[in-house]
């Protein structure tokens, strides 16, 4: 009885180790080529590249940092002047991304490391879609806009009929209904949602993609295809703010066009959520192309041979560890990236330089515009 158990047992692992090397056999079969599914046809081969790859990462952080960093500094005063926010409150809810997006980057790119990283770049753009989707969901359920009647005189100074909460003589009806109570919650809290899922789909596309990138490609090239992805990085807020501008030139209700407001009126909101459902949309309907890509690309064995040479030729016997993106040996991970001197002073002068280029993308518009 216990040898037929025995061998049974050994027949069932052998079994495993069949199916095992099978699946693994079809996993490294696709695991180089382009394609959907099972449909991976030689003339798509033809993408299945690091530089496509690159060029499709280019358009990714172009378009989204078109809306993120572009349109942020565009935006923030008409949201202001929409809700009724203070610089302050608007301020600490144009930082949700921020903040999602250091949290979500370090955790997320640990997990997504050794895992499909083109198909974990999609998620990361269907949901900064979403997030965009969400963001634009105050303005429909805030209802359309109200003006009341201003006259401007040549001396450039206004006067204005202002709706007095305190006022109990108040025969307006806008004023009227400016008085009924409201859930001003609700549009912080919709913004700062759609915030948070914006600043999670970008950390994915941003620090997976680059890892993605740089495993693809040999050592000496590999900077030269990061500083090209930076390049697109940049150009996405200087896009963002002309198209942007264009928005704002539209009425915030439309394809509603007062007769009586134009651009120039200090009463002029432009459609600012726009913005958010053009790019929205590009971000989804451009996601699918993502997918198509293996999980490792066919330069990535050749690669990996020139590194480890490289390592050999310095006479350096230490290799990365491989952490399979287990939860358990992420604190070891942490503090082995944290204790190295070179890269935690690099980390330490970016965030110094950052401070002031958020803060002035966010206000600096709104100040110029004020004076």
Same mark, same amino acid.
């Given at each position: 009885?216990?040898?037929?158990?025995?061998?049974?047992?050994?027949?069932?692992?052998?079994?495993?180790?069949?199916?095992?090397?099978?699946?693994?056999?079809?996993?490294?079969?696709?695991?180089?080529?382009?394609?959907?599914?099972?449909?991976?046809?030689?003339?798509?081969?033809?993408?299945?590249?690091?530089?496509?790859?690159?060029?499709?990462?280019?358009?990714?952080?172009?378009?989204?940092?078109?809306?993120? +960093?572009?349109?942020?500094?565009?935006?923030?005063?008409?949201?202001?002047?929409?809700?009724?926010?203070?610089?302050?409150?608007?301020?600490?809810?144009?930082?949700?991304?921020?903040?999602?997006?250091?949290?979500?980057?370090?955790? +997320?790119?640990?997990?997504?490391?050794?895992?499909?990283?083109?198909?974990?770049?999609?998620?990361?753009?269907?949901?900064?879609?979403?997030?965009?989707?969400?963001?634009?969901?105050?303005?429909?359920?805030?209802?359309?806009?109200?003006?009341?009647?201003?006259?401007?005189?040549?001396?450039?100074?206004?006067?204005?009929?202002?709706?007095s909460i305190n006022?109990?003589?108040?025969?307006?009806?806008?004023?009227?209904?400016?008085?009924?109570?409201?859930?001003?919650?609700?549009?912080?809290?919709?913004?700062?949602?759609?915030?948070?899922?914006?600043?999670?789909?970008?950390?994915?596309?941003?620090?997976?993609?680059?890892?993605?990138?740089?495993?693809?490609v040999s050592p000496?090239?590999?900077?030269?295809?990061?500083?090209?992805?930076?390049?697109?990085?940049?150009?996405? &807020?200087?896009?963002?703010?002309?198209?942007?501008?264009?928005?704002?030139?539209?009425?915030?209700?439309?394809?509603?066009?007062?007769?009586?407001?134009?651009?120039?009126?200090?009463?002029?909101?432009?459609?600012?959520?726009?913005?958010? #459902?053009?790019?929205?949309? #590009?971000?989804?309907?451009?996601?699918?192309?993502?997918?198509?890509?293996?999980?490792?690309? &066919?330069?990535?064995?050749?690669?990996?041979?020139?590194?480890?040479?490289?390592?050999?030729?310095?006479?350096?016997?230490?290799?990365?560890?491989?952490?399979?993106?287990?939860?358990?040996?992420?604190?070891?991970?942490?503090?082995? #990236?944290?204790?190295?001197?070179?890269?935690?002073?690099?980390?330490?002068?970016?965030?110094?330089?950052?401070?002031?280029?958020?803060?002035?993308?966010?206000?600096?518009?709104?100040?110029?515009?004020?004076?």
């Amino acid at each position: 009885n216990k040898m037929q158990h025995s061998k049974s047992v050994d027949d069932s692992k052998a079994d495993q180790c069949k199916e095992s090397s099978e699946n693994q056999g079809d996993e490294t079969t696709h695991s180089t080529k382009f394609g959907y599914f099972n449909y991976r046809a030689d003339y798509l081969q033809v993408f299945n590249s690091p530089r496509w790859l690159l060029a499709l990462l280019c358009f990714y952080i172009t378009v989204i940092n078109m809306e993120l +960093l572009g349109f942020r500094g565009v935006v923030v005063p008409q949201i202001e002047k929409r809700y009724n926010m203070t610089s302050t409150m608007i301020g600490t809810i144009m930082s949700s991304v921020d903040i999602s997006c250091g949290i979500s980057g370090v955790l +997320l790119t640990y997990y997504v490391g050794q895992r499909h990283k083109s198909k974990w770049i999609g998620y990361g753009i269907i949901g900064f879609s979403i997030g965009s989707f969400i963001i634009a969901v105050p303005h429909f359920i805030a209802g359309p806009y109200y003006y009341s009647d201003v006259v401007i005189n040549n001396s450039s100074q206004a006067s204005s009929t202002l709706c007095s909460i305190n006022s109990a003589n108040v025969t307006s009806i806008l004023c009227t209904g400016a008085r009924q109570p409201s859930t001003p919650w609700v549009h912080p809290l919709m913004l700062i949602l759609g915030l948070v899922c914006c600043g999670i789909g970008f950390s994915v596309l941003y620090n997976v993609g680059i890892a993605y990138v740089d495993e693809s490609v040999s050592p000496r090239s590999s900077p030269v295809y990061i500083a090209i992805f930076h390049m697109a990085a940049v150009i996405g &807020p200087t896009v963002g703010y002309v198209v942007g501008g264009i928005f704002s030139n539209i009425f915030i209700d439309w394809p509603v066009r007062p007769k009586d407001l134009n651009s120039n009126d200090p009463r002029w909101i432009g459609a600012w959520w726009l913005g958010y #459902i053009v790019v929205g949309s #590009i971000i989804l309907i451009t996601s699918v192309f993502i997918f198509a890509f293996p999980y490792h690309l &066919p330069t990535y064995e050749k690669s990996k041979m020139k590194r480890l040479a490289q390592i050999k030729s310095v006479n350096q016997d230490h290799i990365d560890d491989h952490y399979d993106g287990r939860w358990a040996d992420f604190p070891r991970a942490f503090y082995r #990236i944290a204790s190295n001197r070179i890269f935690l002073l690099a980390v330490i002068g970016l965030t110094i330089d950052q401070i002031p280029v958020i803060g002035f993308i966010t206000f600096l518009p709104k100040y110029i515009q004020s004076q």
